[in-house]
């Protein structure tokens, strides 16, 4: 089985990867479209990539490909504590306040704001695709003075000295990724394990009128449909067009969740189901 995951190597997503599918073979994409496109034209079975971060908020760009470019389904959700640490050449280890730029992924960069601005003030930080990508620019170009923002792991995979650990902004910092698959895949996580199941739905309001969020929230209310997550995206037609992510904290089942889209549908919303999946806390 072929398991595609936001690389290069060592990025935060490998390291999920590994943990869910460590008898397979994972191959590295540069982006989180070209991860989900690689299972869609069946290059790959399975993909694994980030949805949402404690401090950063959501990927958009998973949600956003999820909901206009792609059908495939979530078959699990995974949620790993995130440590960053600022990543140098070995030989700029003890004068890493000289650095002149600092790469990282996006969200490695806002997870890191607070540390950013007290001790490396007015040096301009750039994106990178991943944390690892940024790790890997460094030891791929020694004459520039550059740091990345990127794990432990990548520090070791790519030669590079740990300058400051632990420099994300406040403790509980963790980020839930999601696999993907348009297969039966049997999951086989090494060290975490499930703490229950969701059914990811997306759902559309019928027009601009009132009370017509809380119809939809009333639907699940009643039933005693519990909801862990709602979030709006836009339907990209118009402004204030928007789109409702919504997670239950059930498992698919034959009355109520299929009752509750019923009475959504009859309320003129279109409703599509995401995924009925488990959930997994990494337990390190
Ligand atoms: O760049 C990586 O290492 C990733 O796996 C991506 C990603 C993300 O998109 O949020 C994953 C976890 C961290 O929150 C930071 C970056």
């Given at each position: 089985m072929k398991v595609a995951f936001l690389g290069p190597r060592a990025t935060f997503t490998d390291l999920v990867t590994r943990e869910m599918f460590p008898h397979e073979e994972r191959i590295p994409y540069a982006t989180i479209p070209d991860c989900l496109d690689a299972v869609m034209e069946e290059e790959v079975d399975v993909t694994v990539v980030p949805l949402e971060n404690t401090?950063?908020?959501?990927?958009n760009i998973t949600l956003d490909y999820l909901i206009h470019e792609i059908n495939l389904p979530i078959i699990a959700e995974v949620t790993t504590p995130v440590k960053q640490h600022l990543l140098v050449h070995p030989s700029v280890k003890e004068r890493w306040q000289e650095v002149t730029k600092v790469l990282s992924h996006p969200h490695a960069i806002a997870q890191c704001h607070k540390f950013l601005h007290g001790s490396l003030k007015g040096v301009p930080c750039e994106n990178a695709t991943s944390t690892a990508a940024a790790a890997k620019y460094i030891i791929e170009h020694p004459d520039e003075t550059v740091a990345a923002i990127a794990n432990q792991l990548a520090a070791k995979e790519y030669g590079?000295?740990?300058?400051?650990?632990?420099?994300?902004?406040?403790?509980f910092n963790h980020t839930r990724f999601i696999v993907l698959s348009k297969k039966n895949i049997p999951l086989q996580p090494s060290t975490i394990e499930v703490k229950g199941y969701k059914t990811t739905v997306m759902v559309t309001l019928p027009?601009?009128?009132?009370?017509a969020l809380h119809q939809v929230l009333s639907a699940f209310a009643w039933r005693k449909l519990n909801l862990s997550k709602i979030e709006s995206r836009p339907m990209k037609t118009g402004l204030g067009n928007y789109f409702f992510i919504i997670d239950i904290e059930?498992?698919?089942?034959?009355?109520l969740i299929p009752g509750a889209i019923a009475e959504l549908e009859a309320l003129g919303c279109s409703v599509s189901v995401l995924g009925s999946y488990p959930y997994f806390h990494e337990i390190r």
């Open positions: 401090l950063e908020g959501s990927v590079l000295a740990i300058a400051k650990d632990n420099i994300h902004d406040y403790d027009t601009d009128r009132s009370g059930e498992k698919m089942d034959e009355v």
